[in-house]
């Protein structure tokens, strides 16, 4: 089973979606990560059987893609744990803290501006990264908060080494699986598809 990851997805989440597959012994499993866009072109040669991405994306007459949402996350601002008797509260006290943000490329950070914006909030930019992985690293090692989906950082959060300021509301990120038409396609599909999002999420816990 041959799966590609965007660099930029949860590893946590990516280890939670393959886990069905990692009790079994009679099965190969090769992960590989790169741009969508390369991985999207391994897709088209069937050198990969499926692409795990936060993007949607949409097939045409030349690439048949077939693309599901998998899962949603509601996203949080995560930092180290406050000093005892201080709290956050969203949006009142952004203001407060340094941030650190996917990039301008991310649909969470669109989305994220969209919401400041509407709500006429400023906030202080301490960082912008592209990956998750530096995020989670950025969040435990600083004092600024993340912006983030709370899967990324589980082992910190359930460790106390990190703490959920706020959920932030009506902000998602979105997994998506992204497939090609073909006559064949491999067997175990159905079994990472048969779970329901509810439980693609509860083995991310």
């Known amino acids: 089973m041959r799966i590609g990851a965007v660099a930029t997805l949860s590893r946590n989440f ?9 009790a079994r012994p009679n099965v190969e499993l090769v992960l590989q990560s790169g741009s969508l866009s390369d991985l999207l072109i391994r897709l088209g040669t069937h050198t990969l059987d499926l692409v795990l991405s936060n993007r949607p994306v949409q097939g045409d007459s ?3 893609w077939r693309c599901r949402r998998i899962a949603r996350q509601q ?11 201080k709290t956050m ?6 203001a407060g803290f340094s941030l650190l ?26 960082a912008e990264v592209d990956d998750m992985a530096m995020l989670r690293v950025l969040a ?21 080494r990190l703490h959920e300021y706020c959920v932030v509301p009506n902000l998602y990120e979105n997994f998506y699986a992204i497939t ?6 491999h067997p175990l599909l159905k079994t990472l598809f048969s779970r329901t999002e509810a439980e693609v999420l509860a083995m991310a816990v």
Do not use: H
């Not at 280890?15 to 990692?22: D, N, R």
């Not at 996203?75 to 180290?80: C, E, M, N, P, T």
């Not at 509260?89 to 952004?94: G, K, T």
């Not at 669109?110 to 909030?121: G, R, V, Y």
């Open 14 to 22: 990516q280890e939670s979606f393959v886990k069905p597959l990692l």
């Open 62 to 64: 030349e690439r048949e």
């Open 75 to 85: 996203v949080s601002l995560i930092g180290r744990p406050l000093p005892k008797g």
């Open 89 to 94: 509260r969203f949006p009142e006290d952004l």
């Open 101 to 126: 943000l996917p990039s301008a490329d991310s649909d969470i950070r669109t989305a994220f501006d969209l919401l400041c914006e509407q709500l006429d909030i400023r906030f202080r930019v301490r």
């Open 140 to 160: 435990r090692d600083t004092d600024a908060i993340a912006l983030l989906p709370s899967v990324v950082v589980r082992d910190e959060l359930r460790d106390g």
């Open 180 to 185: 090609v038409k073909r006559s064949y396609q």
